[in-house]
């Protein structure tokens, strides 16, 4: 018998959608998930945003106030997609209170943050899932896969890329984004997260690293009132306080080096976000605008040794779950999909599947790293 | 307020599935939708199918005879798909029985089959969408807008590719798609068709064509009991009876001239779906297994004008339904919920959105044709 | 030791320099060449480019008529690289008087023109080489090697398409390249002729066809005076009489079966010159635009199976004499090179290297049959 | 009238080829260049190598001893084509002797090589040219003009990247290329040198950097005797004394950050020397193994800007000397005739045309300076 889980979903833009529409679709693509999950309530401040939720998605309640949900029985899991600056508040609350946990990355502003919202699922014993989404295309599992098996040998080096034009414009308003007490480390947090998590998850632990930071468009126009995330403004000109651009060196205890770039200003790119990785006998690369595709080059010619491109099929991660064949598309969405089952499983069976708020940490400590590098000049040891 | 429709769906393979998740998913995408969809019931004869997806996806009943379904005041609409062969019987009954019809392509083997079905529809003066479902793709939408605004000029010449590798291995049972009382004209009805349906929807109407077909593998190793797509078999051989490659040469009324290619067993090819398109000013291609991207070449140069990949987003088609950004990837299946949401606004409305029967029809009647210029080797006007 | 060869050039526009530079290039790349060519004449009767050329290149004279080169006993070897209506008389006046015979392709306007070539030769007993230097580069010869191998199976279909954008241009003047008595069949002669020869090379005969023409812009203003390949003009409107665009269907005697394109004025095409080949077990694709690349799907998959990306390297033809390592990029002219040490280990050897006036003949054949599909509308048999 | 200008060539390898050819082939390229080379002779010490390529190419002589052409008067000018560790000492005494010098690069082992090589050819009053033809492909020239007319606005970030497998093989023999005494800091001259001429071609002078460095394959087998470039060899194993693999990170004087990589042991990549350039309102890339292509992306979108793949024509740097239409395909050798034209410009016109020795010793800096940061694990400026 399938169980059902009463979940609540707090912040209701992208994220909340994306999280309600997975929990929803869990066992269109998983039919043996031993939860299913069912819509308690949905929170969001934004006036009406929370009603229309319940009345698209089909949520029982709805309200303005997420700290109602604390309080709720039917409320046993919670989905957090609220911006940066509330994960610690929320994230803490919600395990304190004894509920499980689907938390965006990046989980707070910094390393402190994060920790203290792990600390609280730990006290708590509650499970945790966070939005480390990449991971679940299944492209990138299998690239995980062959870097198991030794399809390439030993990894030397590789490069992760997570490049946006979502702040490229020099007329983008200046919204709480670009402030460091509600916008963190910019970049950061925003896209390096997700390419250091990938780094983490396909390498391994990174041991130091030297980073370099930029902010490219020291000023933007200020805004009176609310603004989205791709508003234009034409007030005065107010600072933008974090980062638009960070490269970085990494090397993990494994011995592997890496270049890591993340940037919110890339002129050019729509979600450039990938990586390509080289071992002593071959090399994978994958790119997240061609997310079904993997180039692989594996073999025993070490020279002249050609990519053969891979379209993912049944057998590479999750794929069949939702396509019957090889290069049949998947979505951004499916991968939230993925994500949710194995959140659903880990509550169900009490051990975690997939990225967890261990990694949140790991990649948030990884981001503070970065910024001290920055400050001193400096390799930093992780 | 929204309405709610009944809908039944008959044959539980693939698209079964797809059509079911469709339905569900139709608002979490197009919250506005006038109607929604509530499972009633699915039929299917093979044991426990039924019954599996009812559990599954929560259709109230579940049958393993369609003919109830005539006969259920609930259900107001059906999703027909079951195998081609039953098209033209389920296709038409559903139509008589005065209820609405998303049924998949071809609509049955022939011209004939589909006209009939066609015709039991009018009469019955119910609303009809049939699953062309590349048309709903955002890029292809924007080729269709590019070319209806002149962007590239008058069109001159195209080339429509539908390669797959799904029957390429030669110890492939030989199943009912195999068979012309079954799989009908083989490649032609299960690939060229949708071909014909994007040549159609971006070209205009065809006038003549010349067309060659050839049987790569002549003989299957034959299978006792039930072949599912992909098996293998070791029985004694037997003939394949229907086509596996076609190529045909295409005039349209509009004077475009285009090269038109299917196969089935074409190694190498995974959903090697698409078009390219020459007009006196530019030029697009697209390929469904880079599904969000279209080539797009524009200008006022003629020549060494360049090529551009534009990635789909909001603005292009549907786009805006799924995703905030470009180039954050759709799926296959957001097209059939593309597709759904127009069966349900068709139904709502009284007019169709997207392909209809008669499109089937005219798609069905091009591959008539093509099989008369196999027979009599010459130019088939249509 | 190594035997001079005294040469001659007819013709020298972009082909004339091309076949000069190929001469004094050959022993670059062919240090074991038998034969080593020496400059004795140029022949153009455009006012002062034959004495320029002997000049940059070091012709020992130069002419404006080149029936002069006909009773230089030092010319014991002939490129001719004027325009197609010339190839003919040049042609056979070269073979009749004992010279070798380098000559640029189609080889005159006709089946009939290339037939007269081609016997005159064999009736003096020279060697010949025809500019099909597409066969030339190493992927195409990597291509061939593979297929005769079996690396792909018995192969099934193939498409060949030249699509060039050198006509685009609605402007540009009506040249002798729009007349049928100078330009012959248009894209035809032009491009059509290499794609066929490729199509052979690969495949072998073609045993029938069926053919598309048309011409995309029926006129084009008039111009006094000489006018250059890329010229605009202004005169009056004069009519364009031979074929823009051709689309083909083949079948080969060893059964495979082909779609062929050529176009002279596809917007957005530069040097789209290319083919793509399937067969039982695997696929090729090359494009010249990128000469060095073989994409190669090979296995034992049938399903699934994926390409993978080759640059060519030594091995592959004869990219060993340019370059010492895979992936070093290689020049059209290079292919010219190739093309002159066939024509000049031919001379020495007394047998052909390369492609021979045998092939103009078969590819000019296939030419008129196309154009006399066009004319019947009907299949026509080789 | 064309001056005529007595050339010699240091060393008959792989280089020694390619410059021998490039000065034969400028005047087929550049008919108006003011100056032709002729060969007087070649210096080489392996046994009748210089004697053959004498006999291939036509020097009036050949030796083994590169110290007799400093007497002969018939040389004006010297190819330095030998192995690094001879740069200093052959290129300071071609200087020294009042000849002037076309030099690869990297210019010697050291900045401190390239320094004094650059110090004899100022005090002797000789014009230089150092190898870095990279410059020299015309996607290049026209990446750097569009860079500056401020096509991509300000430029904001970089990367370089020059990965190669010619070392990758573990059996490679441990020739001297691996020791520090000859092949100096391994893959960082050999490879990195020219990605480091790229940057500040392109972008301007380096501020400061931080670099890691690591031998992948520590040990490789010995070797008894001569080894060329990709012997294999199975003597005992000895170590590995230079790089093998770089990560750098750079600030530009101008502002731009940029991230450079370059490897020997990159199994998959061949040739895969590129850049990608952000600027404010754009960017470009480029990839060398398609070295005719430049992706371009400009405008005045700043979001959802799309890239255009350009293939360079006439117009783009010196393509119009090679080839007339664009995307007809240039090669590697091509690079090198521009370079030798350069040279030869220089020495007719007493001004630079080109890479010179300033540059060489720009970029040896450079890399020095990457040697001491890894050393101090510091960012180093310059
Ligand atoms: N895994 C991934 O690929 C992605 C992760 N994210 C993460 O998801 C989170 C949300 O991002 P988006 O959905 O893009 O932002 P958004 O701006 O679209 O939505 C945030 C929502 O939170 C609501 N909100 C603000 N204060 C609240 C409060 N006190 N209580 C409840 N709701 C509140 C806002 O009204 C808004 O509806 C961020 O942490 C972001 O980093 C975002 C996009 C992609
Ligand atoms: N639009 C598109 O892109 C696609 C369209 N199709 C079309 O969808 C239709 C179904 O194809 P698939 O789902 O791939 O086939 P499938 O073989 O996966 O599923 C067919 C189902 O119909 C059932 N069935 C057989 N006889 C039946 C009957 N008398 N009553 C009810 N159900 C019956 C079978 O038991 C099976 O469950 C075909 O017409 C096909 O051409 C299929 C795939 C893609
Ligand atoms: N293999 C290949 O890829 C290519 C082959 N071709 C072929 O080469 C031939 C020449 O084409 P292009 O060089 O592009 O043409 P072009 O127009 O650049 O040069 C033709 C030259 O022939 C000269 N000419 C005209 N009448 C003459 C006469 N009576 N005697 C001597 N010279 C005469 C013209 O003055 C001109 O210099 C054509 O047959 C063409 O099909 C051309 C380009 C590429
Ligand atoms: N610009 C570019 O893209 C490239 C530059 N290079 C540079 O060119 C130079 C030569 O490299 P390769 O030609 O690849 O090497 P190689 O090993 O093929 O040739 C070097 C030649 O120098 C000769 N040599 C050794 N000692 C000599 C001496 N004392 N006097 C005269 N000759 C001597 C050797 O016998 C050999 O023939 C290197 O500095 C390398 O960095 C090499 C390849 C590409």
Redesign the interface.
Known sequence: MTRSLGVAVVGFG?MG?AHT?AY??A??HY?NLPIAAHLVTVADPEPGRAD?AA???GFAGSTTDWRELLTDPRVEAVSVTAPNFLHREIGAAVAESGRHLWIEKPVGLTGDDAHAVAAAATEAGVRSTVGFNYRAAPAVAEARALIANGA??RV??A?FRFFS??A???EGALSWRFTRSHGGSGVLGDLASHAVDLARHLLGDIESL?A?T?T??PERPTVTGAAS??SRADGPPGPVENED?L???L?FTGGA???L?A?R???????TYGFEI??????LAWD??????LS??TGA???????????A?PGNGDFGA?????????????TKVIEAAGFLRSVAEGTPYGPTLDDAVAAAVVLDAMLDSVRT???VSL
């Open positions: 992208w959608h529409r929803l679709r066992r269109h039919p229309a009345e698209q998605y390439i040998g030397t080096n490069r034009d979502y490229a414009h020099p030297v370099d930029v490219v468009i995330h791709f651009h490269n970085a060196l090397r080096r890496a270049v770039e940037s200003v890339a002129v050019g790119e729509q979600n080289h071992g002593t006998t071959g090399a997240f605008r061609r997310m079904g595709e692989v080059s010619d070490y020279q002249s040794q050609s990519y053969r491109t891979v379209f099929g939702f396509q019957p064949g090889a290069g049949i598309a998947m979505s951004y969405d499916d000049g400096a390799w």
